[in-house]
């Protein structure tokens, strides 16, 4: 591989992780705006949250479809921290990254 093509692979996994934070943090903004939503009965930031989680959920998917857990996963934190959001995807690519 060339140092170019090296520099391109490094630049697409830093680009890619704070997508994949971005997303898990709009995910959570979206699980607030419903909450609200349900609490006040305002059907607006019902909306506004299901479309924030709906649309976080598919870049996470498509973020974590390019992932290589081998390279780019933080293991058994990833996969605790998965558990204590509720998030599946979080929970697999943290156990697949796990060391061996």
Excluded: F
């Excluded at 009965?41 to 081998?70: C, F, I, P, T, Y």
């Amino acid at each position: 591989m060339s140092s170019t093509e090296n520099n391109n692979n490094n630049n697409n996994n830093n680009t890619q992780q704070p997508g994949l934070l971005g997303a898990h943090v709009q995910y959570v903004k979206g699980v607030a705006e419903e909450t609200i939503g349900n609490v006040t009965g305002s059907k607006e930031w019902k909306a506004s949250g299901a479309h924030d989680k709906g649309s976080s959920v598919d870049v996470m998917k498509a973020l974590g479809e390019q992932r290589d857990s081998n390279k780019d996963g933080y293991g058994a934190l990833e996969e605790q921290a998965g558990h204590l959001m509720g998030c599946d995807g979080m929970k697999k690519e943290g156990a697949e990254s796990k060391p061996q």
